[in-house]
């Protein structure tokens, strides 16, 4: 009887665990919530829920009203791209005004700058309502590093703010001789043959403008030793960065279509280093945190190689629930909404779980009191320097080309790039072979600089599709013709 008393308490307690447990919540179910609203986006759950559970509060607090975030995640902002795409084709041949979303939350600015362009986005209410929130002197200034955070009509505007950078296994470096990656050159060091993580440019804008940067390293790396042929300097710059994209590519162990798998797999040891924005590696570096302060995730921003771009919010024009959207995005911009992306859990103003790693765009809120709360309590990205100012005039043209080189170029032709590297690094790298390797003359400053409006048609999907096709076997063919001429060049080594 004693026994069975003691499993019966057991078994209660273990029913009891998770309410007694439960944390104090505000939100509620669809059915029950007297305000709904609708949230495309492509940020991962920690966030929604910080952001779902906080807006809930602060609207029952400012209406008396409980309300349902209803979260819409397709993927990343290629699938929402196609999604809004689609809606809104849908939506004008039906003749309604929209597609009954009511936000887009997340993503790189080229994203909402393309969504602005095809008239899909309202304006902003709280330029109005909070004017000494926007401006140069302001706590959010119109851009920085040559990134825009909001444009002129006000129909978008970053909320955070964040950076690519390297992500990298101190150990797994160590075991291969490498030393820690200080700019995007050293991801193209041969040490990592096999060893570099990448993210698929096609699937995220961020990851996009990621490969858009290396370019721009290499270009005003050259505009900066260059003398009176600025033109020419554009050139060499634009050619050496798609040269050490394809080394960076050919020591890729894969192009992913999810940037989080970056860190997981550096900190599992199954890569060495990679292409990881800022809030993805610090959340690895403090999850895999040793007890004597080391990592197996660190991460750092290249010398002179990112920017600090801002993470939009937009109303979707059509909203069902305009009122509510508005007010959502004048939540996240508050004071009260900025501190949940750099906060620690628990701590006041920050949120109640999950630590979100994210950087306000605010720049009032790195007061002493909110960064002894943060979670980053050093990192204030608008003084921390280490940045490069981004020049539009240089690449701005080239964004959608260059993501379609990477997929050509890398993804697509892969399997015969990384058999020539490896070809060619057995051999030492020679010059006849890395001369065939890195033949980027098909897509020169000349040709390309100013974007490729075939390959960019979406209009004429065929042409498109040719001028890819017709590219990738010429990419090909001089990935086999420099594995050919490093297994001579390894012969002839042998036969001395």
């Given at each position: 009887?004693?026994?069975?008393?003691?499993?019966?308490?057991?078994?209660?307690?273990?029913?009891?665990?998770?309410?007694?447990?439960?944390?104090?919540?505000v939100?509620?179910t669809?059915?029950?919530?007297?305000?709904?609203?609708?949230?495309?986006t492509?940020?991962?759950?920690?966030?929604?829920?910080?952001?779902?559970?906080?807006?809930?509060?602060?609207?029952?607090?400012?209406?008396?009203?409980?309300?349902?975030?209803?979260?819409?995640?397709?993927?990343?902002?290629?699938?929402?791209?196609?999604?809004?795409?689609?809606?809104?084709?849908?939506?004008a041949?039906?003749?309604r005004?929209?597609i009954?979303?009511?936000?887009?939350?997340?993503?790189?600015?080229?994203?909402f700058?393309?969504?602005?362009?095809l008239?899909?986005?309202?304006p902003?209410?709280?330029?109005?309502?909070h004017?000494?929130?926007?401006?140069?002197?302001?706590?959010?200034?119109?851009?920085?590093?040559?990134?825009?955070?909001?444009?002129?009509?006000?129909?978008?505007?970053?909320?955070?703010?964040?950076?690519?950078?390297?992500?990298?296994?101190?150990?797994?470096?160590?075991?291969l001789?490498?030393?820690?990656?200080?700019?995007?050159?050293?991801?193209?060091?041969?040490?990592?043959?096999?060893?570099?993580?990448?993210?698929?440019?096609?699937?995220?804008?961020?990851?996009?403008r990621?490969?858009?940067?290396?370019?721009?390293?290499?270009?005003?790396?050259?505009?900066?030793n260059?003398?009176?042929?600025l033109?020419?300097?554009?050139?060499?710059?634009?050619?050496?960065?798609?040269?050490?994209?394809?080394?960076?590519?050919?020591?890729?162990r894969?192009?992913?279509?999810?940037?989080?798998?970056?860190?997981?797999?550096?900190?599992?040891?199954?890569?060495?280093?990679?292409?990881?924005?800022?809030?993805y590696g610090?959340?690895?570096?403090?999850?895999?945190?040793?007890?004597?302060?080391?990592?197996?995730?660190?991460?750092?921003?290249?010398i002179?190689?990112?920017t600090?771009?801002?993470?939009?919010?937009?109303?979707?024009?059509?909203?069902?629930?305009?009122?509510?959207?508005?007010?959502?995005?004048?939540?996240?911009?508050?004071?009260?909404?900025?501190?949940?992306?750099?906060?620690?859990?628990?701590?006041?103003?920050?949120?109640?779980?999950?630590?979100?790693?994210?950087?306000?765009?605010?720049?009032?809120?790195?007061?002493?009191e909110?960064?002894?709360?943060?979670?980053?309590?050093?990192?204030?990205?608008?003084?921390?320097?280490?940045?490069?100012?981004?020049?539009?005039?240089?690449t701005?043209?080239?964004?959608?080309?260059?993501?379609?080189?990477?997929?050509i170029?890398?993804?697509?032709?892969?399997?015969?790039?990384?058999?020539a590297?490896?070809?060619?690094?057995?051999?030492?790298?020679?010059?006849?072979?890395?001369?065939?390797?890195?033949?980027v003359?098909?897509?020169?400053?000349?040709?390309?600089?100013?974007?490729?409006?075939?390959?960019?048609?979406?209009?004429?999907?065929l042409?498109?599709?040719?001028?890819?096709?017709?590219?990738?076997?010429?990419?090909?063919?001089?990935?086999?013709?420099?594995?050919?001429?490093?297994?001579?060049?390894?012969?002839?080594?042998?036969?001395?």
């Amino acid at each position: 009887m004693k026994r069975a008393l003691i499993i019966f308490g057991l078994l209660a307690l273990i029913v009891a665990l998770p309410i007694t447990m439960r944390r104090e919540t505000v939100t509620v179910t669809p059915e029950k919530a007297q305000d709904h609203l609708v949230v495309l986006t492509p940020h991962n759950e920690s966030i929604r829920e910080e952001f779902g559970e906080a807006f809930a509060g602060w609207w029952k607090k400012r209406t008396g009203r409980t309300i349902y975030v209803d979260w819409r995640t397709p993927g990343g902002t290629s699938e929402i791209s196609m999604v809004l795409g689609a809606g809104f084709k849908a939506a004008a041949e039906t003749g309604r005004e929209g597609i009954g979303v009511d936000l887009f939350f997340g993503g790189g600015e080229p994203d909402f700058a393309t969504q602005a362009k095809l008239g899909r986005l309202a304006p902003l209410e709280v330029f109005k309502t909070h004017p000494e929130w926007f401006g140069e002197n302001a706590p959010v200034p119109p851009g920085f590093t040559g990134e825009t955070y909001f444009p002129p009509d006000h129909v978008w505007v970053g909320c955070c703010v964040s950076r690519f950078g390297v992500a990298y296994n101190p150990d797994v470096l160590k075991r291969l001789g490498a030393a820690a990656p200080q700019r995007w050159d050293d991801l193209a060091d041969p040490k990592l043959v096999g060893s570099v993580a990448l993210a698929d440019p096609m699937k995220s804008g961020s990851v996009a403008r990621a490969f858009e940067l290396v370019i721009q390293d290499q270009m005003q790396r050259a505009l900066s030793n260059a003398e009176p042929d600025l033109e020419k300097a554009k050139a060499e710059g634009w050619d050496n960065g798609i040269r050490l994209i394809l080394k960076m590519g050919a020591n890729a162990r894969y192009f992913t279509d999810s940037a989080s798998k970056v860190p997981h797999d550096i900190g599992q040891g199954d890569a060495a280093a990679g292409m990881c924005i800022d809030f993805y590696g610090r959340s690895y570096h403090q999850e895999l945190m040793r007890p004597n302060g080391t990592s197996r995730v660190d991460w750092r921003s290249p010398i002179g190689g990112a920017t600090l771009s801002g993470d939009p919010i937009a109303v979707l024009k059509g909203a069902p629930h305009p009122e509510i959207a508005q007010a959502f995005v004048e939540f996240v911009l508050s004071p009260e909404g900025q501190t949940l992306w750099s906060g620690k859990p628990g701590t006041p103003g920050g949120p109640k779980t999950h630590a979100l790693h994210r950087s306000p765009i605010r720049r009032d809120v790195y007061t002493p009191e909110n960064l002894a709360n943060s979670i980053n309590p050093e990192s204030n990205p608008y003084t921390d320097g280490g940045t490069i100012t981004y020049d539009r005039a240089l690449t701005g043209k080239t964004f959608n080309t260059l993501r379609n080189l990477v997929k050509i170029a890398c993804i697509d032709s892969h399997e015969e790039m990384k058999s020539a590297w490896k070809a060619m690094k057995a051999a030492g790298f020679p010059e006849e072979a890395m001369t065939a390797f890195t033949n980027v003359s098909a897509v020169s400053y000349e040709k390309m600089g100013k974007g490729d409006p075939v390959l960019d048609n979406k209009d004429n999907p065929l042409a498109a599709a040719k001028r890819a096709a017709e590219l990738g076997e010429w990419f090909r063919t001089n990935y086999r013709m420099a594995e050919q001429l490093a297994k001579q060049a390894a012969t002839t080594s042998t036969a001395r």
